[in-house]
């Protein structure tokens, strides 16, 4: 069981939720940009959630798949097609042997996930599946996927004994539960921040600023880091910063008085002031975000920061029972029939 790349999409790599305990000899924890979609993706076809997925920018890539396969996306819709027939994103999907999957256009959002039942095989670095482009190590030879990659699937798809397709003629069949991606981020207009440790450096005009003014992400803007332009910031005095611990979501002020944000291949420390930091909850909101959208930050305290991952995670569980549940069944009636 294997699938193939028939076309490299502009970015496709594979990640899973990270690679962590290395940070203090500066191995940066890279993983899913959007951990929260790349969970849901895995849950939907009975997957861990740390199980790795492949993480797609558009263009994205056409996949084939050369046996039957459950998968799944989640994230951003990009308008996805099996042999040329619209499937949805957030639903668990049968693919029948010698199908292709393939991307037309990009509806919202800026990354898709496709997770495959009982995942790929691949060898982890440092306990992590992740690619880490930087180190050119992890997920597949430590690079993005190109044509003409073949990566092995693991056995135990659950799609061996189903061979049927709906609507007929399809390659594929549409299963009958959906996932609600966005629980928890719906009419998020602002991203909570905390304040950081060098908040107090800046003016008070330019504090002003930052929770007023809305700032717009650039095009120079990648997995490292989203580069926000708007009117500059000040400090009230040009004092050295020692280098520090950064983490995703770390808000950066630089030299030109503009901010950064640091992303999922962020660096582990960082020498320029930190204004505040995302909360874990919202990094899933500006994930998806895309060249000349607004972001406008709005402090709150960790108690709240708390509360919002909290929930999060409490449907994460509930959503992998259900599905856990939903999932077995059907393959086990399907098995008997």
């Known amino acids: 069981m294997s699938l193939k790349l028939v076309k490299a999409g502009m970015l496709d790599s594979i990640q899973d939720m990270g690679r962590y305990g290395y940070q203090q000899v500066g191995i940066n924890p890279t993983g899913a940009i959007d951990k929260y979609a790349a969970a849901i993706a895995n849950i939907l076809v009975g997957n861990t959630y740390n199980e790795a997925v492949i993480e797609m920018r558009f263009p994205a890539a056409a996949i084939f798949f050369d046996e039957p396969a459950i998968i799944a996306l989640s994230g951003a819709d990009f308008d996805a097609n099996i042999n040329g027939h619209p499937i949805p994103i957030n639903h668990a999907v049968i693919v029948n042997k010698n199908s292709t999957l393939q991307f037309h256009s990009p509806k919202n959002k800026s990354h898709c ?131 520090s611990a950064v983490s995703f979501g770390s808000i950066q002020l630089l030299p030109d008085g503009q901010l950064i944000i640091l992303m ?14 995302i909360i874990s909850a919202h990094l899933p909101v500006l994930a998806q975000m895309k060249a000349g959208d607004k972001i406008q930050f709005k402090f709150t305290d960790h108690q709240t920061a708390e509360d919002f991952i909290v929930k999060q995670q409490q449907h994460l569980t509930q959503l992998e029972i259900a599905c856990k549940l939903r999932l077995e069944n059907y393959i086990h009636e399907k098995g008997h029939d």
């Open 113 to 243: 996930y496709l997770a495959i039942k009982g995942g790929m095989k691949l060898s982890k670095w440092l306990n992590s599946y992740s690619t880490n482009l930087k180190a050119e190590a992890g997920g597949f030879a430590g690079r993005r996927l190109l044509k003409d990659d073949v990566i092995e699937l693991n056995e135990g798809s659950g799609a061996t004994k189903i061979d049927e397709s709906d609507p007929p003629g399809t390659g594929f069949k549409i299963l009958p539960w959906k996932a609600s991606e966005n629980f928890g981020l719906d009419g998020t207009e602002q991203l909570m921040a905390l304040p950081g440790a060098e908040w107090e450096w800046l003016g008070k005009n330019s504090q002003e600023k930052f929770l007023r003014n809305p700032f717009f992400i650039s095009h120079n803007s990648d997995r490292m880091g989203y580069r926000l332009a708007s009117e500059p910031l000040q400090v009230i005095s040009k004092t050295e910063l020692v280098s």
């Open 264 to 277: 999922a291949d962020n660096q582990t420390t960082g020498g320029y002031p930190r204004l505040g930091n």
